[in-house]
């Protein structure tokens, strides 16, 4: 009779479970959600906003700093997303990233108002003003969201 061989294991070398396999779907939505946000702010800035003539794209100049809502908003959901390990930011080394990313951005928004954009012309940081407070909090909300995936 032949000898039988155990059946392989699913765990690791450490004994732990394997983590959930990488979902591309997710992966793209939330690419796609920041790059969407990202584009928003910059269109709006560029050609709907405070300091353009309001000829063009009249209807996301009525908006008003709800463009900005919108375009921040999309990029914090799609980096939101982007935490769960389902994708390469959501498991390992990867949330480390994020977190510190995150943190780091938000961090150097605020400090980068404070220096140069009360005193310089900077289109999208004069236009927020005190609401650049708000944008680098947003930042490192999402990254207290990665800090909750951190293992």
Request: charged share 10%.
């Amino acid at each position: 009779m032949p000898e039988r061989r155990p059946a392989r294991s699913t765990t690791t070398r450490l004994g732990a479970a394997p983590g959930p396999r990488i979902s591309v779907v997710r992966c793209a939505v939330s690419l796609l959600l920041v790059l969407v946000g990202i584009a928003w702010i910059v269109v709006y800035v560029a050609m709907a906003g405070p300091t353009s003539d309001g000829t063009s794209l009249t209807w996301m100049s009525d908006l008003g700093r709800w463009s900005y809502v919108i375009g921040f908003g999309l990029i914090f959901i799609g980096l939101a997303m982007a935490a769960h390990p389902g994708t390469p930011l959501g498991r390992g080394r990867g949330v480390v990233v994020g977190m510190l990313g995150c943190f780091l951005l938000g961090l150097v928004w605020i400090v980068t108002y404070y220096v140069v954009g009360q005193n310089a012309d900077v289109p999208l940081l004069t236009d927020l003003s005190q609401y650049n407070l708000v944008v680098g909090i947003g930042f490192m909300a999402v990254g207290f969201v990665y800090a909750t995936h951190w293992e």
